[in-house]
């Protein structure tokens, strides 16, 4: 059922990403193709969900279109406290001005490109709200529902990368089919209440993951961990601990424990378990996931991710995830290394881990073991005379060949040894996380001894040792979020989420020039504000 719906979306996306992927948000053209007229049976609708949830997908996957590279990433792990820049700025223009800020601008194509995709999200999914309810549809009020609450997840979705990044922006309730060039701000109230309106829909008619055949579909724990963080952002401290313990409680979902999968039987640890390729989903033994964006080798499975479709999308290179590209390192280019399955595959070292987050460990921590964060590499060429021994000494290129670097996203396809496709998992939402935003509840709600019993399920769980309450604070649980969730959680839209970005890179020794406060939000693309002629798009301060 899957593969036949993604064919169908091939044909029923193709339209609205070529239509708006490429264009301005604000421009003078009608934003989808994917008429009411198209939306007449099931199956479109199944096939619009899944439309969506692909061009979500372009955070992770879009390489490259006529504005950057996969230095897009980057953008929201440099500048931060967990990574730094370890390209020449030629080579990443786009991450540049994320770790020296005066030059983050209005003109950014960052902040560009996330503003229109989160509004093509958005507008795509008012499509379906649209039409789903439209006179002489025969549907049962259950699909219906679902389908509705579906489109409505993945609009909240956008709106709340809007609202974090931006705050107040326009609010758009109805699909967009003809040009509207007077736009104009709401408050970061109206946006977060449309949110959590849309959320709260969704959770209440979405299916338990137990009853998805496809389980990265929309389900109603995505909705309740997402809901979670909006009440977070908003100060609904009370309404994200009860949001996490429906997750928590709900017996769905587990932390992972014991070993599993396809490495079962090698050596390693439960926790480095989840993010190896082929146990990432939940039909693979990861029942600790609650959102797996799942990808596919395209030598194996039709239209799978990987391969260069820019004559259905113009524009644009699918390559599958770009992760490994951008937090790998570069080890095959020190004579002596070859590119394998251990050491990897082949990343691009684009950046770095910071020496602060690499020392928040305490021996002993299994998120912090071998096979977690490599810092160690050895010669693997047969034919070298070093063969073995370490790679080390002042030959050696330890900016950006040889660092240390996250083993989450290792992926290595034999067929392919030089690695120019990518096709591993992303796990969006796991448990883990659900048990750090209830510790932050609880500490918000200045419940210090609930969140530190919060905190130490998930440092028991990587035998680190438990944290009392005297010693739980929000520095304390964001490094905590640092230590479980590296390269996998967006640290740039949590410390900006948390209004903890500036303070986090201060006074840590980190490679960060002219942050302040202005920061905290990202500037509204000045094309927009352009092409805005008929009302004033206003522009964040200090931008």
Same mark, same amino acid.
């Given at each position: ?67 950057? &590279? ?52 958005? /507008? ?144 390693? &640890? ?39 479709? /820019? ?21 095959? /280019? ?6 394998? &399955? ?176 202005? /920061? ?24």
């Amino acid at each position: 059922m899957k593969k036949y719906l993604y064919g169908i979306v091939i044909c029923l996306t193709a339209v609205m990403l070529i239509t708006s992927c490429k264009k301005s948000f604000l421009n003078e053209t009608a934003y989808s193709e994917f008429t009411p007229q198209a939306l007449n049976d099931s199956l479109s609708f199944e096939a619009s969900i899944v439309g969506i949830q692909s061009q979500y997908n372009l955070w992770n996957t879009q390489e490259e279109d006529a504005n950057g &590279d996969q230095g897009f990433l980057c953008a929201w792990q440099m500048g931060t406290d967990i990574a730094y820049n370890k390209s020449p700025d030629d080579l990443d223009p786009m991450a540049v001005p994320y770790t020296n800020y005066e030059k983050l601008t209005s003109n950014d194509v960052v902040s560009s490109f996330v503003y229109r995709w989160a509004y093509d999200i958005i /507008n795509n999914a008012n499509l379906v709200i649209a039409n789903i309810g439209k006179p002489g549809l025969t549907f049962s009020s259950g699909f219906r529902n679902r389908i509705k609450a579906q489109a409505m997840f993945y609009r909240g979705l956008g709106y709340n990368y809007l609202a974090t990044l931006y705050g107040g922006v326009p609010i758009i309730t109805a699909p967009l089919t003809a040009p509207k060039t007077d736009f104009v701000r709401a408050s970061l109230a109206q946006v977060n209440s449309l949110i959590i309106s849309d959320l709260t829909f969704a959770e209440a008619n979405l299916p338990g993951i137990d009853q998805l055949k496809v389980t990265e579909t929309p389900h109603w724990a995505m909705a309740a961990q997402l809901l979670a963080e909006v009440d977070l952002r908003t100060g609904d401290n009370a309404g994200a601990e009860a949001e996490c313990n429906k997750i928590i409680n709900s017996g769905l979902f587990t932390l992972t424990t014991t070993r599993y999968g396809v490495r079962a039987g090698q050596s390693g &640890d439960a926790y480095s378990d989840m993010f190896v390729y082929g146990n990432e989903r939940r039909s693979q033994g990861n029942h600790e996931a609650i959102w797996v964006e799942e990808m596919e080798n395209p030598a194996a499975v039709t239209n799978g991710s990987g391969p260069d479709i /820019n004559n259905m999308f113009p524009g644009y290179r699918f390559l599958g995830s770009q992760h490994r590209r951008v937090w790998g390192c570069r080890y095959y /280019n020190e004579p002596g290394m070859l590119i394998c &399955d251990s050491l990897g595959g082949r990343g691009i070292s684009r950046m770095a881990l910071t020496y602060y987050v690499l020392n928040l460990y305490e021996p002993g921590d299994m998120r912090n073991s071998q096979y977690s964060i490599r810092r160690h590499f050895y010669y693997n060429d047969p034919t070298s005379a070093q063969y073995g021994q370490l790679v080390a000494g002042p030959s050696v290129d330890t900016n950006r060949n040889i660092v240390p670097k996250t083993n989450k996203w290792d992926q290595f396809d034999p067929n392919d040894t030089f690695g120019s496709q990518d096709f591993k998992d992303v796990i969006v939402m796991r448990l883990g996380e659900t048990y750090l935003l209830k510790a932050e509840a609880q500490f918000n709600q200045g419940n210090s001894q609930g969140a530190a019993t919060t905190l130490n399920v998930i440092r028991a769980r990587a035998n680190a040792s438990p944290v009392t309450p005297d010693k739980v604070s929000m520095d304390f649980i964001l490094d905590e979020r640092a230590r479980e969730l590296i390269a996998e959680e967006n640290r740039r839209m949590t410390l900006m989420r948390t209004k903890t970005l500036v303070q986090r890179v201060q006074g840590r020794g980190l490679k960060i020039t002219n942050i302040s406060s202005t /920061n905290l939000l990202l500037p509204i693309p000045q094309s927009e504000i352009d092409l805005n002629k008929d009302a004033k798009l206003t522009q964040n301060p200090g931008y």
